[in-house]
């Protein structure tokens, strides 16, 4: 009995530590392999290229940036060329842009981030719910942590369609997925942990508007777009806009850019030049250059990149961005955004200046981010989270498979042992 409970206690600690072994591989990237050395510039943009060119099933736009400024850029299409001017549908990196657009309210003392919502609202209420909706802010909405699950909804409107009001979209949405509720309400303790919930934008679009005073769009345009002399980008599609790239859905066919209730959240349409400029405004201030326009006080930059929300003890989002891997002096912070067939990344390291972006539709898997998670790796020799999420699958296996191994060992070894006994 006590050679049964000691080999428990061995195939426990083993096992235990073999699976650690395998977590802490994976977090720390050291089984991953990227696509060149960190300072073989040339390797990683052939790799990219030639990447693009044999995967894209549409168009596609890409930019690498160093100390602020775009150093490489790669352009492919299967129909009407693209460029850094085209135009594309980005889908979710659009709750990024609107955070600054809340932190500009901050910085005006028009809005604070830990007060209760329901005091900025005007035009509508959370729903009474089982929770205290009171827990409510804007920290909590824009880190995904308010409670508020994502049963929204954004497949949006067909060109033809009504686009139904904000409100009402609230309440209840019309163009929700079947599978989820369609409505923005508490579900879930405020601040207790993340869910990533489109509804929670969708609140501070309204709470923009009832705020300023002013449409969203108008808001967004006088606040952020104006200052920073974007020409080319808005909240919901212009379909007169030459710079427009096609949008490739199935089997390389053309789909149509749909019109969205849901701006703040999923309805941003920009270019690489005004990307660019984006995340320009959002780099530390040695990396931004002379003249270029002092959007958000370093306050508030440091409170957008301050960690919030955490899955499996590691931190993945902070004040409107996610954080995809952690730097010595920080995290590679931005936001990716996806739609069927269409995918959006923008990532950089505010420390160094260093960025990507990348747009593209034809794929329907996320083919940006996925090319976006080799930058991450090249630059820090960690993974983000994607591949973190996409792995742990593998690395559950791993562990499983060692258990088995140790249990095989231990009994063989007990086998060896009796065999060899010496007799008396």
């Given at each position: ?26 977090m720390q990237g050291w089984l991953l392999t990227p696509w060149s050395e960190t300072d073989d510039n040339n390797g990683f943009t052939n790799a990219l290229n030639i990447t693009i060119k044999e995967q894209a099933k549409g168009n596609a736009v890409v930019a690498l940036i160093e100390s602020g400024e775009i150093v490489h850029t790669y352009f492919y299409s299967k129909g009407e060329p693209v460029d850094e001017q085209s135009v594309f549908g ?335």
């Amino acid at each position: 009995m006590k050679k049964f409970i000691v080999s428990l206690l061995i195939i426990a600690l083993l096992s235990t530590a073999w699976g650690a072994l395998r977590i802490t591989a994976l977090m720390q990237g050291w089984l991953l392999t990227p696509w060149s050395e960190t300072d073989d510039n040339n390797g990683f943009t052939n790799a990219l290229n030639i990447t693009i060119k044999e995967q894209a099933k549409g168009n596609a736009v890409v930019a690498l940036i160093e100390s602020g400024e775009i150093v490489h850029t790669y352009f492919y299409s299967k129909g009407e060329p693209v460029d850094e001017q085209s135009v594309f549908g980005v889908a979710s990196v659009g709750k990024w842009v609107t955070a600054m657009g809340v932190m500009r309210l901050v910085e005006q003392g028009k809005l604070d981030l830990d007060t209760p919502v329901s005091t900025y609202l005007k035009s509508w209420a959370l729903p009474a719910s089982n929770f205290d909706n009171n827990k409510v802010t804007l920290r909590l909405l824009l880190s995904h942590t308010a409670g508020i699950e994502d049963g929204l909804g954004h497949d949006g409107f067909a060109p033809n369609e009504e686009i139904q009001p904000l409100v009402e979209h609230l309440t209840q949405a019309a163009d929700a997925d079947p599978e989820v509720s369609g409505r923005v309400i508490v579900t879930q303790e405020p601040g207790s942990q993340w869910d990533y919930s489109g509804g929670s934008y969708n609140l501070i679009q309204l709470i923009i508007q009832d705020v300023s005073g002013m449409t969203f769009s108008d808001f967004m345009y006088e606040e952020i777009f104006a200052p920073l002399n974007l020409s080319n980008t808005q909240f919901q599609v212009d379909r007169n806009e030459p710079l427009l790239a096609q949008y490739y859905g199935e089997n390389e066919t053309l789909r149509e850019y749909p019109n969205y209730t849901s701006l703040a959240a999923t309805g941003l349409y920009t270019n690489i030049i005004d990307m660019h400029k984006l995340l320009k405004a959002n780099l530390n201030s040695t990396f931004r250059g002379d003249g270029f326009p002092n959007l958000l006080s370093k306050q508030s930059l440091n409170q957008m990149r301050a960690p919030i929300a955490s899955v499996g003890g590691q931190y993945i989002w902070g004040t409107g961005v996610m954080l995809f891997a952690p730097t010595k002096e920080g995290y590679v912070i931005g936001h990716g955004g996806k739609s069927p067939f269409l995918n959006a990344s923008v990532r950089f390291d505010p420390s160094n200046g260093s960025g990507f972006i990348m747009f593209q539709t034809g794929n329907d898997e996320a083919f940006a981010s996925d090319i976006a998670t080799q930058w991450t790796l090249w630059k820090t020799g960690k993974p983000d989270i994607y591949l973190v999420n996409n792995r742990i699958d593998l690395v559950i296996k791993d562990a499983l498979l060692g258990f088995v191994v140790i249990v095989i060992l231990v009994i063989a070894f007990h086998i060896w042992q009796s065999k060899h006994k010496p007799r008396l």
